[in-house]
């Protein structure tokens, strides 16, 4: 109890103090240049960690060293939007040279409160759908980045699940409605889903109630399977999702392979570690004085298929081998 306690103590601390220790810091280095990072992740999430430091390494494999003459000013808010506003605000009243965040919910927030400062993107879903740039060639503004996905990528998803269960003829595709790509990826996954006779189904939710509700709705007939998009929110339930379909023995796929090294059982995915290492090379270019209006908003170049081979056998999933064949990387 006395370790939980403090653990507590220590996060309110380092969230009381986010204001102030970039500020000192930044007044005794006096000439590095201020690199903004808004996660909403809490700092314990150690896949964000993995990006932010991927990101880092690059940055120092380019010059750009902490001390010397760069100062990261990193804010961990969870998906608290009350929190995400607040160090937002502060990041651009600091003078951030160049401001790295991610999240549907978050990028409209930072653009809402700078026009200048230079906001980097390591995976947005629909920059233009969204309204965050003009066009992927030429953003235009101060914003762009990496997109999260090709527009063909759920209907691979779908594929994938379908070949680990042939006999799924529906399919849940649970979302975020807050996030404001999800627009585009429910258009994206009827389309996908009726090309290959699958019948779909669409469950907004903002709760753990709200997924036991969706996955309840796949168990009254056979051939029920579950998507789950790529949100903020789904990411920080994942826990109690991933127990909830293991619980109706319901076959999933998931947009972040962090679900599936918790414990989810396949997913599709962009490399979200080689999208921050891209979003570096953006970050010296910018802090070398080019505009980010003139840098175009790119595709990702990799992608990663990641399956829990423990939870198949634990749901009596027989995963072919042509699948096992393509994994990235196989969880034993």
Known sequence: MTTMIARRRL??????????????????????RRIGVLIPFPPSDMESQRRLRAMQQELESLGWIEGRNVLFDVRWTTDNMELVRANAASLVAVKSDVIVATGGRVI????????????????????????????LARPGGNVTGFTLFELSMIGKQLEILKQI??????????????????????????ESARQLGVEPIIAPIHSTRDVDRALDGMMRQPGGAAFFA???????????????????????????RTMVTDGGLVSYDTSRIELWRRAASYVNRILRGERPGDLPFEQPTKYELFINLRTAK?????????????????IE
């Open 230 to 256: 790529s949100d903020l929110t789904l990411t920080q339930l994942r826990f109690d999702i991933i127990a909830s379909v293991k619980r109706r023995g319901l076959p999933a796929l998931y947009s972040d």
């Open 314 to 330: 634990e749901q009596a999933f027989e995963i072919p081998a042509a699948v096992l064949a393509r994994a990235d990387e196989v």
């Open 11 to 32: 996060l309110g601390a380092l969230a009381g103090a986010a204001f102030a220790w970039p500020l000192s810091a930044h007044a005794q280095g006096g000439s590095e």
């Open 108 to 135: 409209p927030i930072l653009m809402q409160l700078t026009r200048t400062v230079p906001i980097i993107i390591p995976g947005a879903a629909d920059p233009v759908g969204t309204g965050y740039v003009a066009s």
């Open 165 to 190: 269960a042939p006999s799924t003829v529906r399919v849940v595709m649970v979302y975020n409605p807050d996030n404001p790509n999800t627009a585009l990826y429910g258009r994206l996954f009827q």
